[in-house]
């Protein structure tokens, strides 16, 4: 059954291109991304642009997925003229300077044996969940890191893109 479509949604269709890839980077820096999601427009309703998403996100090739993941602060520290991943990593702003100094630690450590920044859809987590599971992905090897970063890409791409037309809609 195929919702109504949401008036942002509506608009996210109609756009021309260019604008609808500039609001697309804003969600993911991934450009390969972008323009996969913009190649499956018009979307009927929202679980088609997300589905879209997920499609896009499984279908990035080790370049595109780095790529992706460059548009990403590491946690604890977002980009101040950022405010997407401010409010989401906003579970590190009340984090005491010994858990913020350790963060900071483990996600170089992350950084240098994977090769690219600690991604987690930090929404809703706590500072401690956040770095007890860059502990323990630590251990992972760089195929199953790479699946899991994937699946918490598509997973921050979800919330953004629902935010981008929900904003939308109130404009």
């Not at 991943?85 to 450590?109: F, H, I, P, T, V």
């Amino acid at each position: 059954m195929t919702s109504t479509p949401r008036p942002g949604l509506t608009r996210f269709n109609t756009s021309p291109d260019d604008v609808a890839l500039a609001a697309l980077h804003e969600v993911c820096a991934g450009r390969a991304w972008g323009a996969k999601v913009l190649a499956r427009r018009p979307f009927p309703d929202l679980n088609a642009l997300l589905a879209a998403s997920d499609t896009a996100t499984r279908e990035l090739d080790g370049a595109e997925l780095a790529e992706a993941l460059a548009g990403h602060p590491p946690i604890g520290r977002p980009k101040p003229e950022d405010p997407a991943s401010a409010r989401e990593q906003r579970g590190m702003a009340g984090a005491s300077q010994e858990l913020k100094a350790e963060m900071l630690e483990l996600n170089l450590a992350y950084q240098e044996r994977f090769g690219h920044v600690f991604l987690i859809c930090a929404t809703g987590a706590t500072g401690e969940r956040m770095r007890d599971a860059l502990k323990s992905r630590m251990g992972h090897t760089p195929e199953r890191e790479r699946a899991i970063v994937r699946t918490e890409l598509g997973k921050i791409n979800r919330i953004r893109l629902t935010r981008l037309v929900a904003e939308d809609d109130d404009s």
